[in-house]
């Protein structure tokens, strides 16, 4: 019986040599974001648009002459979850990671990619403080919240002309910044009559949308993301407020109106600003909805991210963390989102965004309203 | 705003009023906190999503609102009912005589299988109520927006829980069922089936509970896998605030909590709203132990 053991144990430790072997046989690229629960969906569109780059890259051989392997980890959207889950694709030696893609799980987070000096690229995280934390391994696709944050301060001012302004924020990272940046770049041009914040994942938001009404705003200011901002949205019309709902790129997703319903016609939120369709983009929205539908945010941004790392890594001929840096840093990127430059803090030189409203449940341009 | 602020208060209170008499009732009875309980509330808020996508598709609310809503919560109720008596037959009967540790840890563990087996059968995401089948209107008083839902929430938990209260008091098994919760030993003694009480127990619980939770998806519009557990720890919140193990208590606490969290949010800040209501349970609690109704001194978990 004993000999029986030792053969066991013998045999136990040669399977982890195995799987130690056969470990540095690919490169792995790892992926975080909230791919359960009430953010999934645009959590998988993100996770999406990074398995396609990838998939092409391994189509034509991979890179450095090995293939791609994607680590996918569940953050939930959770500041604690993101921790784990960033140690655990640290640990677990990817070459550099495309994601997170809320702000209160991509800033944490961010420290731990630091410590090992692995490059990693947000698709979506647009709070001003990820890039300036002093580390040089972050890096993102998309704008910040104090550029949106000023264009629809201006929207509200000069556009829709209306002055009293209720102000709602989810209390996270993103949405609370948003909040902040929007009151700041309004400055006294605007009036604040109520200014809350409420819990992400509630569902009751009567109680405070009540006394925003008994305050009697023109526009009701929401920081935060879709199904908050669609009931936001489908409460107030059902306690009889008039004033349109406005918000940040996080209300932009179609959950946002199937949720609100009907309701959500007339609403308004930033978002990218929309690129001249390239040959890159052209393909990519092709390639995309061919193989998993129809695009819901992020899909594009994860997508250039994921080549942006790719590419790095072919052209450094390395998967050293440092040197892939060096090299993002430097890189101009022709992509589906257009050119993509970086400066020293990680941001990308032109981010624009522009004001959408929704309209037959779809997401259009304010200006094509007209 | 303060009648608008009443509204809302009731309106989610009734909810978790009806969700609270699952967790006083089985107290009564087995001394048991089935955390599981939030569960059932949250199946039967996927099983109204799924009954109402049916009959849409089968173009029923073309032929009648009112038929398509009762049968959406006729099939809501059939199914938790069926999920609670096989919650009691699998997680509990079997630990009947084991220490009151062991069935607790069990109703834990049932609450966590339930959870992900939805999350596994319905997916991830969150499902919507369909826009389709939209009770429209409301009452407009002074200013207050009362929706038909609303209005439907509220009738509805009152007919249930006057209901209830006629079962228990008149009827042969409610007098049963008070005779089970005095002395589980002594009413088997004098020739009830105190299994069967049990089983009853689980069965009118579940039935309220998803009731609730077509209820709930109704008014929000939006369902998934997890809301079984903060809806839950409210429900057990209330029950424990009205006094754990009595009936009329747990209606009690449950409109009383809707209320503190609609009026501290309306009236102080809505970034405490789940504070407001812990900190009345906590208060409650420290002058009055049992409950705002509760008369027994519990010795148990």
Redesign the interface.
Known sequence: MKSFYKIFMFLFLLSFLFACAKKEDVIKIGTAGP????Q??IGQDMKNGVELAISEWNAKGGVLGKKIALLAEDDRHDPKEAVAVANKLVSSGVVGVIGHLNSSATKPASRIYNEKSVPMITPASTNPEITKQGYNNVFRICGRDDQQGTELARFVVEILKKKKVAVLHD?TTYGQGLAEEFKRSAGNKIEVVVS????Q????????L??V??ASPEVIFFGGMH?EG??II?QAK???IKAPVIGGDGLYGS?LI??A??AAEGSYMAFFTPTAETEIGKNFVKNYTAKYGEIETYAPYAYDAANILLKAIAESKTTDGKKLIETIRKMKYEGAVGTIEYDDNGDIKKAGYTIYTVKDKKFITYDKVK | MLLQQIINGLTIGSVYALIALGYTMVYGILQLINFAHGEIYMIGAYMGIIAITFFIYIGLPDISIALTLVLTFLAAIIFTGAYGITLERVAYRPLRNAPRLSILISAIGMSIVLQNYVMLAQGARDKIFPHELKIGGELIIADAHITYTQVLIMALSVLMMSGLTWFIKKTKVGMAMRATAQDRRMAGLLGINTDRIIVITFLIGSILAGAAGVMISMYYGIVNFYMGYTAGIKAFTAAVLGGIGNIPGAMLGGILLGLLEALGAGYISSEYKDVFAFAVLVLVLIFKPTGLLGERISDKV
């Open positions: 791919f359960t629960g009430d999934a969906r209390k809350e914040g409420v819990t994942g509630d569902q009751d938001f009567k109680p405070v009540t006394k009404k008994s199904t669609g009931l489908k059902e306690l009889g959950t199937e949720v319903g009907p």
